[in-house]
């Protein structure tokens, strides 16, 4: 397994980590999702390559940005 981690913002509470959260667990590929909104962190866990653009619209569709770490 790997961990890719990316560096979101606009994230203020839990219900922007369960938007993200919800978006990202959907991308092929992935196969964990941990969000933190105080940290402004994406960690995906995936055992396979998971595209980067991917992973970057999803974060785009609920709402916020983010960039890979």
Not at 21 to 46: K, N, P
Request: charged share 20%; aromatic share 2%.
């Amino acid at each position: 397994m790997e961990t890719i981690d990316y560096q979101v913002t606009g994230m203020t509470c839990e219900h922007c980590e369960r938007a993200v959260s919800t978006e990202v667990g959907q991308v092929a590929g992935v196969d964990g999702v941990t969000v933190s909104a105080r940290d402004g962190v994406l960690h995906v866990t995936t055992g396979t390559a998971v595209d980067d653009a991917a992973v970057l619209a999803a974060v785009d569709e609920a709402g916020y940005a983010a960039v890979r770490k």
